[in-house]
């Protein structure tokens, strides 16, 4: 901290004195050095996960039932320093599905599947319906900010640092906050065997009703902090101290209340025709109705969708096959007189394994080539910072001045100013989709699917302020002027194969997608770096990095940068557009984006022997960006946060002048806290996904119990191994500070 401030021309904050006691942890309650993390949190925890499951009936009534119960007993270290209740960070969820199948008579079928969810949540007490969160307190908090606790047995707080902020604290003596989720999905359908009017001919009928709530229990608690501070040195020893406290003891709350909830019904009714009308041609067509009602909490959050479609499947000799949809759709959503759509698609498929000319092929099992086509209309609402625009298509009105009637100003009237246009002649995003796909079987086990795909996204919602002058007066509308194309490929393969009493599995599995905006109403740039349309979806842009400023003369000899005062020891910036000044105008797309990557790929490995085995699978990532922004591991000491070992040891110095990292600051350093290559970092990653060892038990052993038909034991490893270039953090989590966790299970599956 000495070094940041001297760095920003500021007074040191600590003296010889006290960063002696510091070194010589002579005085842990003056001068403290806490291990905030392994104070709060232990390195493992433990989870229980029970399953059982029933399967049965008869030829008319068939039933399977599933339970689930999960447990996670969480990473706090002490839980249970209070009477009555525990602090545990820690987590339960029970399911229970049925399913049933009812054959009313031998023409009329019932389905019914009934899915209820229960868990509860338990965190730490705090104020907010959050919870409290440790680990940004962990994150925030430096070692020497306060002992976790005084001699006095008083959490440890200060002015700067209230205790509110003492992560340990708060873990113990906070109490707790509860989040219970109810969740019901149930659906029943109906299906009548219509034949007797003529082969082939059916109906059915569906309902089902969904249903989402979380509440929230408040049972947290306040407690009284403190800590001294040393105001007088003698020789080297503290001679005067003053003593400072804060909060209160109080009893636990008691608030309660259902922060959020999701109703959902939906109604189906289908008439269909499947029909093999003679050896070569096979027809199956439906026409169906289906109605939503969706209501969430909040305002204007009850939506009403309906679509009626019809669907055609032809068969010609089990080599050539056409699929035909084509939906009418409405929603309440969209503005009046703009709520129905038509989506067509079109489905092509040959089997050329089947033709004369492929039988003399024996490597190839079978092989089919598929295309297709869709219109794809959706009821996407425009956007404001994240939120739906919901009367998009009207002209809104804001308050303006206030105009008195009389001299007293005790009577007059609000006058109003133009808000934001109506949005005229409004229509649905559209996606034009188009898809060339083949699969395979060969060799007797070889697996192979190739996919290709583009697609075209138009009449997306944008706002159209980029057409427009200022001078225009009010806010402009939102059009359907956005157009975005996607493209990419999947391919996937696997092969599996027994040899003697070996059986291998060996697959993989690829992905790449790309995308490129094409219009946006996009206001006119004055340089083209900084031009968006053209670029893909969330690019990221940012300043180029070209080096630290070495001194003064180096500062003054460069480009002035706008960011602030500059000092050496921080971050230089290329003049992008050679205007002589470094400013927002040399930002330029880095990287790229930081929200889903390009690229995805997968592998797996599985071979067994006598019912010994293993299977593996590997996840990774490429093309696919990060920005490091994590609050005192990358941008330390900001509002008195803390420092991590990384950045301290790769800090700039007028020694160290290559360093990874620019100059240390105790201030919010506008200039080296851009977006910018230096904080652009590679994010692919190769992740072992999971790994399981497991024996199956023989069957002649499990016969001999007279109750079991097959058990096996296993254990499992999941996110063992992680292969990336930033290393001191997981690459999959890197915009939250709750890190992921490497679990091992051991279970014993058994069936009866």
Same mark, same amino acid.
């Given at each position: 901290?000495?070094?940041?401030?001297?760095?920003?021309?500021?007074?040191?904050?600590?003296?010889?004195?006290?960063?002696?006691?510091?070194?010589?942890?002579?005085?842990?309650?003056?001068?403290?050095?806490?291990?905030?993390?392994?104070?709060?949190?232990?390195?493992?925890?433990?989870?229980?996960?029970?399953? +059982?499951?029933?399967?049965?009936?008869?030829?008319?009534?068939?039933?399977?039932?599933?339970?689930?119960?999960?447990?996670?007993?969480?990473?706090?270290?002490?839980?249970?320093?209070?009477?009555?209740?525990?602090?545990?960070?820690?987590?339960?969820?029970?399911?229970?599905?049925?399913?049933?199948? +009812?054959?009313?008579?031998?023409?009329?079928?019932?389905?019914?599947?009934?899915?209820?969810?229960?868990?509860?949540?338990?965190?730490?007490?705090?104020?907010?319906?959050?919870?409290?969160?440790?680990?940004?307190?962990?994150?925030?908090?430096?070692?020497?900010?306060?002992?976790?606790?005084?001699?006095?047995?008083?959490?440890?707080?200060?002015?700067?640092?209230?205790?509110?902020?003492?992560?340990?604290?708060?873990?113990?003596?906070?109490?707790?906050?509860?989040?219970?989720?109810?969740?019901?999905?149930?659906?029943?359908?109906?299906?009548?065997?219509?034949?007797?009017?003529?082969?082939?001919?059916?109906?059915?009928?569906?309902?089902?009703?969904?249903?989402?709530?979380?509440?929230?229990?408040?049972?947290?608690?306040?407690?009284?902090?403190?800590?001294?501070?040393?105001?007088?040195?003698?020789?080297?020893?503290?001679?005067?101290?003053?003593?400072?406290?804060?909060?209160?003891?109080?009893?636990?709350?008691?608030?309660?209340?259902?922060?959020?909830?999701?109703?959902?019904?939906?109604?189906?009714?289908?008439?269909?025709?499947?029909?093999?009308?003679?050896?070569?041609?096979?027809?199956?067509?439906?026409?169906?109705?289906?109605?939503?009602?969706?209501?969430?909490?909040?305002?204007?959050?009850?939506?009403?969708?309906?679509?009626?479609?019809?669907?055609?499947?032809?068969?010609?000799?089990?080599?050539?096959?056409?699929?035909?949809?084509?939906?009418?759709?409405?929603?309440?959503?969209?503005?009046?007189?703009?709520?129905?759509?038509?989506?067509?698609?079109?489905?092509?498929?040959?089997?050329?394994?089947?033709?004369?000319?492929?039988?003399?092929?024996?490597?190839?099992?079978?092989?089919?080539?598929?295309?297709?086509?869709?219109?794809?209309?959706?009821?996407?609402?425009?956007?404001?910072?994240?939120?739906?625009?919901?009367?998009?298509?009207?002209?809104?009105?804001?308050?303006?001045?206030?105009?008195?009637?009389?001299?007293?100003?005790?009577?007059?009237?609000?006058?109003?100013?133009?808000?934001?246009?109506?949005?005229?002649?409004?229509?649905?995003?559209?996606?034009?989709?188009?898809?060339?796909?083949?699969?395979?079987?060969?060799?007797?086990?070889?697996?192979?699917?190739?996919?290709?795909?583009?697609?075209?996204?138009?009449?997306?919602?944008?706002?159209?302020?980029?057409?427009?002058?200022?001078?225009?007066?009010?806010?402009?509308?939102?059009?359907?002027?956005?157009?975005?194309?996607?493209?990419?490929?999947?391919?996937?393969?696997?092969?599996?194969?027994?040899?003697?009493?070996?059986?291998?599995?060996?697959?993989?599995?690829?992905?790449?997608?790309?995308?490129?905006?094409?219009?946006?109403?996009?206001?006119?740039?004055?340089?083209?770096?900084?031009?968006?349309?053209?670029?893909?979806?969330?690019?990221?842009?940012?300043?180029?990095?070209?080096?630290?400023?070495?001194?003064?003369?180096?500062?003054?000899?460069?480009?002035?940068?706008?960011?602030?005062?500059?000092?050496?020891?921080?971050?230089?910036?290329?003049?992008?557009?050679?205007?002589?000044?470094?400013?927002?105008?040399?930002?330029?797309?880095?990287?790229?984006?930081?929200?889903?990557?390009?690229?995805?790929?997968?592998?797996?490995?599985?071979?067994?022997?006598?019912?010994?085995?293993?299977?593996?699978?590997?996840?990774?990532?490429?093309?696919?960006?990060?920005?490091?922004?994590?609050?005192?591991?990358?941008?330390?000491?900001?509002?008195?946060?803390?420092?991590?070992?990384?950045?301290?040891?790769?800090?700039?110095?007028?020694?160290?002048?290559?360093?990874?990292?620019?100059?240390?600051?105790?201030?919010?350093?506008?200039?080296?806290?851009?977006?910018?290559?230096?904080?652009?970092?590679?994010?692919?990653?190769?992740?072992?996904?999971?790994?399981?060892?497991?024996?199956?038990?023989?069957?002649?052993?499990?016969?001999?119990?007279?109750?079991?038909?097959?058990?096996?034991?296993?254990?499992?490893?999941?996110?063992?191994?992680?292969?990336?270039?930033?290393? +001191?953090?997981?690459?999959?989590?890197?915009?939250?500070?709750?890190?992921?966790?490497?679990?091992?299970?051991?279970?014993?599956? +058994?069936?009866?």
């Amino acid at each position: 901290m000495n070094e940041a401030l001297a760095n920003d021309g500021l007074t040191a904050r600590y003296t010889q004195d006290e960063l002696n006691a510091f070194r010589s942890g002579q005085y842990p309650y003056l001068y403290a050095n806490v291990d905030w993390l392994g104070e709060t949190y232990r390195d493992m925890d433990a989870t229980n996960i029970y399953n +059982i499951s029933f399967r049965g009936g008869a030829s008319k009534f068939r039933y399977y039932a599933m339970a689930n119960l999960t447990t996670n007993k969480g990473f706090i270290a002490n839980p249970y320093m209070n009477d009555g209740y525990s602090t545990q960070d820690q987590y339960s969820r029970a399911n229970l599905r049925t399913n049933l199948d +009812i054959d009313l008579t031998e023409k009329t079928k019932l389905k019914l599947n009934v899915l209820g969810i229960l868990s509860e949540t338990r965190t730490p007490g705090a104020n907010g319906q959050g919870g409290a969160n440790l680990w940004d307190m962990i994150y925030t908090l430096p070692s020497a900010a306060f002992p976790a606790r005084l001699e006095n047995g008083t959490w440890g707080g200060s002015a700067t640092w209230a205790g509110t902020k003492n992560p340990l604290a708060v873990s113990q003596a906070a109490a707790y906050t509860k989040f219970h989720e109810r969740t019901l999905f149930a659906d029943m359908t109906l299906t009548q065997d219509l034949s007797s009017i003529t082969p082939g001919l059916g109906a059915s009928g569906m309902l089902s009703y969904d249903n989402y709530a979380q509440y929230w229990e408040n049972h947290s608690k306040t407690f009284v902090y403190g800590s001294n501070s040393v105001t007088a040195w003698e020789n080297g020893v503290p001679s005067s101290t003053t003593y400072y406290t804060d909060g209160k003891e109080s009893s636990m709350s008691s608030d309660a209340k259902c922060i959020a909830f999701t109703r959902v019904f939906n109604f189906a009714a289908t008439l269909f025709y499947d029909k093999q009308i003679n050896k070569d041609n096979k027809i199956y067509s439906q026409l169906k109705w289906d109605y939503e009602y969706r209501n969430t909490k909040g305002t204007d959050q009850t939506w009403y969708r309906q679509n009626a479609s019809f669907y055609t499947h032809y068969g010609y000799k089990d080599k050539y096959f056409a699929d035909l949809s084509v939906v009418a759709s409405a929603s309440n959503k969209l503005a009046p007189g703009r709520q129905w759509s038509i989506s067509p698609t079109v489905g092509l498929a040959w089997v050329m394994s089947k033709e004369n000319f492929m039988k003399d092929l024996s490597w190839i099992n079978f092989m089919k080539l598929r295309a297709s086509f869709g219109v794809i209309n959706t009821d996407r609402l425009p956007l404001d910072d994240d939120s739906e625009v919901t009367n998009y298509w009207e002209q809104t009105y804001g308050g303006g001045g206030y105009y008195p009637f009389d001299t007293n100003y005790s009577v007059g009237t609000q006058s109003w100013s133009l808000g934001r246009l109506a949005s005229l002649n409004s229509t649905h995003e559209k996606a034009y989709k188009y898809n060339f796909g083949l699969d395979a079987s060969m060799f007797n086990g070889l697996d192979v699917s190739f996919d290709a795909y583009y697609e075209r996204r138009s009449d997306i919602w944008v706002s159209s302020s980029g057409h427009y002058s200022s001078v225009l007066g009010f806010t402009a509308p939102y059009e359907n002027g956005g157009i975005v194309d996607s493209w990419g490929v999947e391919i996937g393969a696997n092969y599996r194969k027994k040899i003697a009493d070996i059986t291998l599995n060996i697959g993989a599995n690829f992905a790449l997608a790309k995308n490129e905006i094409i219009e946006q109403m996009e206001e006119p740039r004055m340089y083209d770096n900084l031009i968006t349309t053209g670029k893909p979806l969330k690019q990221t842009y940012g300043m180029e990095v070209i080096g630290y400023f070495k001194d003064q003369a180096d500062i003054e000899n460069s480009p002035k940068q706008s960011f602030g005062d500059v000092k050496p020891g921080d971050i230089k910036y290329k003049d992008v557009n050679g205007d002589n000044i470094i400013d927002a105008n040399d930002k330029v797309a880095i990287g790229h984006s930081t929200t889903a990557p390009e690229i995805y790929y997968s592998f797996n490995l599985g071979a067994e022997w006598k019912g010994l085995g293993f299977d593996a699978m590997f996840q990774g990532t490429g093309r696919y960006s990060a920005v490091l922004n994590t609050k005192s591991l990358y941008w330390p000491l900001i509002n008195n946060t803390t420092i991590s070992q990384e950045y301290y040891d790769n800090r700039w110095t007028p020694e160290n002048q290559d360093a990874k990292y620019p100059r240390l600051s105790s201030q919010s350093n506008e200039n080296n806290y851009q977006t910018n290559t230096l904080w652009l970092a590679d994010r692919s990653f190769l992740k072992l996904r999971s790994i399981e060892l497991y024996y199956k038990f023989p069957q002649i052993w499990v016969k001999k119990s007279k109750i079991l038909s097959n058990a096996k034991i296993y254990v499992r490893g999941v996110d063992l191994l992680c292969f990336d270039k930033i290393n +001191i953090a997981d690459p999959e989590v890197m915009e939250r500070l709750y890190p992921l966790t490497r679990s091992v299970v051991a279970g014993l599956t +058994i069936g009866f």
